[in-house]
């Protein structure tokens, strides 16, 4: 089930009881992924995001790429949504500021604007994904749910506005989206193509069974 937006209230944690929980969350944790508090308060710490992206991305292409790349040194593609990626961020980082932390960090050329961070937690034997505002901080949240991510897990999304803010993309972004339709239609169009030729000739060749004199 979604959620438009995080509805739960804010609960703000002493000194004492984020040290607590930063003890309570390293002993539990089994990657060796854990968090470190620091003498100002700031605890620094790594969460998991998985990409679920509809639409294809941009990235800025490698000279190693080769004849992949464009002539602006970008191009696109879309990602599995199984894609997982891990960022080390602070107790201070906010919502948007990890989105654009994500997209440098693998070289995405997509306005960050365009992206949401979501949570998806379970409920009640429910699985919940409610959209997170742009001043949450996702280690915070991380801390409280605990390392488990079947408890907690982070997802990217396209905004979910209704429709796609075209305006939002650039020409050769546009002009990549094109291509991938053109590339989807044409395949699409030689299955259909070989299944009514299969089609066919099953039909002639039960007609001519028919037909055939005795």
């Known amino acids: 089930q979604d959620v438009q937006k995080e509805r739960e209230p804010h609960v703000y944690l002493s000194k004492e009881e984020v040290k607590e929980k930063i003890q309570s969350y390293n002993s539990s944790v089994t990657d ?13 710490g790594f969460i998991k995001v998985q990409m679920e992206l509809c639409r294809p991305i941009t990235v800025q292409s490698s000279p190693s790429q080769g004849r992949c790349a464009h002539s602006n040194n970008e191009t696109a593609f879309c990602l ?25 960090k693998f070289f ?14 379970h409920k009640e034997d429910q ?26 897990s982070f997802v990217l999304r396209e905004h979910e506005t209704g429709e796609v803010m075209w ?34 000739d099953k039909l002639e060749e039960a007609l001519g069974g028919v037909w055939k004199p005795g």
């Open 32 to 44: 060796k992924l854990k968090m470190t508090l620091n003498s100002n308060g700031i605890y620094t």
């Open 80 to 104: 599995p949504n199984d894609c997982v990626n891990t960022l080390h961020i602070s107790s201070t980082n906010t919502v948007r500021e990890v989105i654009e932390a994500l997209l440098k």
């Open 108 to 121: 995405v050329t997509d306005n960050p604007a365009k992206f949401a961070l979501y949570k998806r937690c």
């Open 127 to 152: 699985v919940y994904t409610c959209k997170l505002s742009d001043r949450e901080h996702p280690l915070y949240l991380r801390l409280v749910a605990g390392p488990r991510t079947e408890m907690l």
């Open 167 to 200: 305006e939002a993309f650039s020409l050769p972004e546009l002009q990549n989206f094109l291509r991938i339709l053109d590339k989807e239609e044409n395949e699409q169009l030689q299955i259909l193509k070989k299944r009514y030729a299969a089609y066919r």
